[in-house]
């Protein structure tokens, strides 16, 4: 065996939950160790341990990445009541990810991993597109009312000073309800849309992409209207001269037409999307350019900090069935590439040539492992040609192994 690539800093390991966990320890025992002297900062998020420590291990975990400047993040458990009785918890914690991104003022990123014998359900992409997803606010952190009779409902601001000059509290009918019938308030906040921007911004000029942002200041013309407004301010003041340079465009468009030039376009595009269409819109891309086990995933802090992590959930079902004793074809991409970019990145910023040559070399290896006919069961129904057989999860990475 030749000497292991060194690293010089670590960078955070993030471990998770269920199928998923038990597929981290898999890559990391075949994939990278032999060929790497691993150096991580390690935190364990799996459910119990974040009971145990009354989630605390989330933002310490957070705070490592924001001191480190690279993480990598197996899929975690948001727990609901039925994972609540299921492992006897306390209390239903935030999401690790929503407090990860807090902690990190972060802009998720995702794109799928394309391979050619696995085509794209819109016949003219030919290129990736990423979705950038503002993670804060909107109907996410909304307030809800159910009205039970006719009335009027109003929004209301009261300024924190009332001596200040923002003055007297505002009011805004929402509606003169004739009759019982519902209400939503949502927020956004200036900062928060400025980070997301500036990451959106890092991200294209690193992956060389054009930006696309799009919203609907036609109808929400304070509301939407406001975030097209700052999101050009950052472009124009801070980003300009920079994508020129770059050769990078950006432009602003309609939702609406953003879909409908994205579905007749060959992709290749990083397209900036508020809270919920980014949600919609990555889901979309997934599905269409094959699987969520497809999909790279990166948070981008505008501060330049970056973490890894695979789009998906903990795969519970093949979780159960692996604690019969099961073997599953559980693919294990996505994970594979969240480590893969973490060491790129950390590669990048530390000046080690040899572990990014590494990272490049795993990722080919696992493309040409499937372009070889040699893939898990949610591949196999999709590939043309049609593989000869499907591998469970254990032979697909000792096949990478074999060709790394």
């Known amino acids: 065996m030749t000497e292991k690539i060194q690293m010089k800093n670590p960078l955070v390991e993030i471990d998770g939950d269920e199928m998923t966990r038990i597929l981290w320890a898999l890559v990391k025992e075949k994939l990278i160790l032999p060929y790497i002297d691993l150096k991580t900062e390690y935190y364990d998020l799996a459910i119990m341990n974040r009971e145990a420590t009354v989630d605390k291990v989330t933002v310490q975990a957070a705070e490592a990445i924001k001191r480190l400047g690279v993480g990598v993040k197996c899929a975690t458990i948001t727990a609901n009541a039925a994972r609540k009785a299921e492992y006897n918890l306390t209390a239903l914690f935030p999401s690790p990810n929503a407090t990860i991104r807090a902690i990190l003022d972060g802009t998720v990123f995702r794109g799928p991993i394309s391979v050619s014998c696995v085509?794209?359900?819109?016949?003219?992409?030919?290129?990736?597109?990423?979705?950038?997803?503002?993670?804060?606010?909107?109907?996410?952190?909304?307030?809800?009312?159910?009205?039970?009779?006719?009335?009027?409902?109003?929004?209301?601001?009261?300024?924190?000073?009332?001596?200040?000059?923002?003055?007297?509290?505002?009011?805004?009918?929402?509606?003169?309800?004739?009759?019982?019938?519902?209400?939503?308030?949502?927020?956004n906040l200036d900062e928060s849309i400025r980070s997301f921007a500036r990451?959106?911004?890092?991200?294209?000029?690193?992956?060389?992409?054009?930006?696309?942002?799009?919203?609907?200041?036609?109808?929400?013309?304070?509301?939407?209207?406001?975030?097209?407004?700052?999101?050009?301010?950052?472009?124009?003041?801070?980003y300009k001269e920079k994508c020129a340079a770059a050769g990078i465009e950006y432009f602003y468009t309609l939702i609406d037409d953003a879909v409908a030039r994205a579905v007749k376009g060959e992709g290749g595009f990083l397209w900036a999307c508020k809270n919920y269409d980014g949600?919609?819109?990555?889901?979309?891309?997934?599905?269409?350019?094959?699987?969520?086990?497809?999909?790279?995933?990166?948070?981008v802090s505008p501060s330049g900090v970056f973490e890894y992590e695979a789009a998906h959930g903990t795969v519970q079902r093949h979780y159960y069935q692996w604690q019969k004793g099961e073997k599953t074809s559980t693919n294990p991409i996505a994970l594979i590439f969240a480590w893969t970019g973490a060491l790129a990145k950390r590669a990048e910023l530390d000046a080690t040539p040899e572990l990014s040559a590494f990272a490049q070399r795993l990722e080919a290896s696992v493309l040409a492992t499937i372009e070889d006919g040699e893939m898990t069961g949610d591949l196999a129904c999709l590939a043309r040609p049609a593989p000869p057989r499907v591998l469970d999860s254990w032979e697909f990475i000792d096949a990478i192994a074999g060709r790394l």
């Open 119 to 187: 085509q794209p359900s819109v016949s003219t992409w030919k290129k990736p597109i990423v979705i950038g997803r503002h993670a804060y606010g909107d109907v996410y952190k909304s307030a809800e009312m159910i009205i039970p009779a006719a009335g009027k409902v109003e929004l209301v601001y009261t300024p924190a000073d009332n001596t200040s000059a923002a003055g007297a509290p505002q009011r805004v009918t929402v509606a003169e309800m004739k009759g019982p019938g519902i209400v939503q308030g949502m927020h």
């Open 199 to 238: 990451a959106c911004f890092i991200y294209a000029l690193r992956e060389k992409l054009p930006v696309w942002f799009a919203a609907k200041d036609t109808i929400s013309k304070t509301y939407d209207g406001r975030f097209k407004e700052i999101f050009n301010e950052v472009y124009e003041t801070e």
């Open 279 to 299: 949600d919609v819109q990555s889901d979309m891309i997934a599905s269409a350019a094959g699987s969520l086990a497809m999909m790279t995933s990166v948070l």
